[in-house]
C-alpha cells in the first residue's frame, strides 16, 4: 500500500470516551503532521513530528496528545474532547524540508456528541 | 491571526473559460507557495508550487503566478474542466531548518459549469 492511511475515516465519540487516529505512511519521508480542518476555516496545524520528535505543538489542548513510535507511524489519542472539537484531522508527510509540499491522507471525520 | 487568505469562498465559470482562484498573504518571509486541490471525502492533493524567486510557474492546464511586492499569488486554469470542480488551497511557507510549516488559506470553492 502506497501514501498515506488514516483509520478510522469516520469516528463518532462521546465526550467522556478514549480514542485514537491512526496514520500511516509508506512514502519514507521523514516528517509526518496533524491538521485539524473545521467548517470554513483554514486548516490548522496542530502538530509536527520531524524524524520522529515532536518540533511544533500549536498550542494545542491536552485533551489531544499525539504519539509518534516511528517514522512511518503516528497516532493522536483523544480524551474529554469537546463538541468544538468535532472537524475533519488530516494527517500528511513530507521529505526532507517538504519542498515539494505534503501527501495528505484522507482524513478522519470525527464527531463529537 | 490568519496569515493566508483566500477571500473567495466560492467561484463558478463556464467550461472552457479560465479560472482564476487568488490567494494574499500577509507575511514578506514567506518565500514557497502552493496549491492544493482537495475533492470531497479525500485529502488535499499537491498541485503547482512556486519559489520567490520566479513569479509564474507553468504546469499543463495550470499556471500559478506570484507578485511578492502585493504579497498576492493567483492560480490559473485554462481551460477549465468540470473535472477540476473541487476546494483549492493555497499554502505559504519560509523555509527553515528540517521542516516546512506551512500556513493554509481556508479554500475557495471552484465550481466549473458544463
Known amino acids: 500500500e502506497t501514501g498515506v492511511t488514516q483509520t478510522p475515516r469516520h469516528l463518532v465519540m462521546g465526550m467522556t470516551n478514549k480514542k485514537s487516529l491512526k496514520c500511516e505512511q509508506h512514502?519514507?519521508?521523514?516528517?509526518m503532521y496533524w491538521y485539524k480542518q473545521s467548517a470554513k476555516k483554514p486548516l490548522e496545524l496542530m502538530f509536527v513530528?520531524?524524524?520522529?520528535?515532536?518540533?511544533e505543538n500549536n498550542s494545542v489542548p491536552s485533551r489531544f496528545s499525539p504519539e509518534c513510535p516511528n517514522s512511518s507511524h503516528l497516532f493522536l489519542h483523544l480524551h474529554t474532547l469537546q463538541p468544538e472539537d468535532s472537524a475533519l484531522y488530516l494527517c500528511?508527510?513530507?521529505?526532507?524540508?517538504?519542498?515539494?509540499?505534503?501527501?495528505f491522507g484522507s482524513g478522519t471525520r470525527l464527531t463529537v456528541v | 491571526d490568519q496569515q493566508v487568505k483566500q477571500n473567495s469562498p466560492s467561484l463558478s465559470v463556464q467550461e472552457g473559460r479560465i479560472s482564476i482562484l487568488n490567494c494574499d498573504y500577509t507575511n514578506s518571509m514567506f518565500d514557497y507557495f502552493l496549491w492544493y486541490k482537495k475533492y470531497p471525502a479525500e485529502g488535499p492533493t499537491f498541485l503547482i508550487s512556486?519559489?520567490?524567486?520566479?513569479d509564474k510557474n507553468e504546469d499543463g492546464r495550470f499556471t500559478v503566478f506570484l507578485n511578492k511586492s502585493a504579497k498576492h499569488l493567483s492560480l490559473h486554469i485554462v481551460p477549465s474542466q468540470p473535472g477540476d470542480s473541487a476546494v483549492y488551497f493555497c499554502?505559504?511557507?519560509?523555509?527553515?531548518?528540517?521542516?516546512?510549516?506551512?500556513?493554509f488559506g481556508s479554500g475557495t470553492k471552484l465550481n466549473v459549469k458544463p
Open positions: 512514502l519514507g519521508h521523514n516528517a
Open positions: 500528511a508527510s513530507s521529505q526532507e524540508r517538504g519542498l515539494y509540499g505534503y501527501t
Open positions: 512556486i519559489s520567490s524567486i520566479k
Open positions: 499554502a505559504a511557507s519560509a523555509l527553515r531548518d528540517n521542516f516546512n510549516k506551512f500556513y
Open positions: 513530528y520531524s524524524l520522529e520528535e515532536r518540533v
